[in-house]
């Protein structure tokens, strides 16, 4: 089993920032996937960031350029840095892990998830 705790969340103001967090604890290795998604009201469920199995970052295309996804293996720990922050950012951000999948980037195929950490952005 594996747990996940996000933190960091809150509430900004357009344009800037926040560090969102991830602790993993339990049966965790460093070679499972791991990824961020997020989900506003009345909308589906959407991947933001993952880190694959061999250690490859990938974004959603919204996100490019603002977001940066990274981990701290010794820490079992992954971080979300946002940056210029859009209205449309506000949403649930949950932290997702699987042991099988290279991409944490199919949301039924995921085993573990956190309770999510709520980001609201105002303008």
């Known amino acids: 089993q594996v747990q996940l705790v996000e933190s960091g969340g809150g509430s900004v103001q357009a344009g800037g920032s926040l560090r969102l967090s991830c602790v993993a604890s339990?049966?965790?290795?460093?070679?499972?996937?791991m990824a961020w998604w997020r989900q506003a009201p009345g909308k589906e469920r959407e991947v933001v960031a993952d880190?694959?199995?061999?250690?490859?970052?990938s974004y959603a295309d919204s996100m490019k350029g603002r977001f940066t996804i990274s981990k701290d293996a010794a820490k079992n720990t992954l971080y979300l840095e946002m940056n210029s922050l859009k209205p449309e950012d506000t949403a649930m951000y949950y932290c997702?892990?699987?042991?099988?999948?290279?991409?944490?980037?199919?949301?039924?195929?995921?085993?573990?998830w956190g309770q999510g950490t709520q980001v609201t952005v105002s303008s």
């Open positions: 997702a892990t699987d042991p099988v999948l290279f991409r944490c980037t199919r949301r039924g195929d995921i085993d573990y």
């Open positions: 339990g049966n965790i290795d460093n070679t499972f996937c």
């Open positions: 880190i694959n199995s061999s250690g490859g970052r």
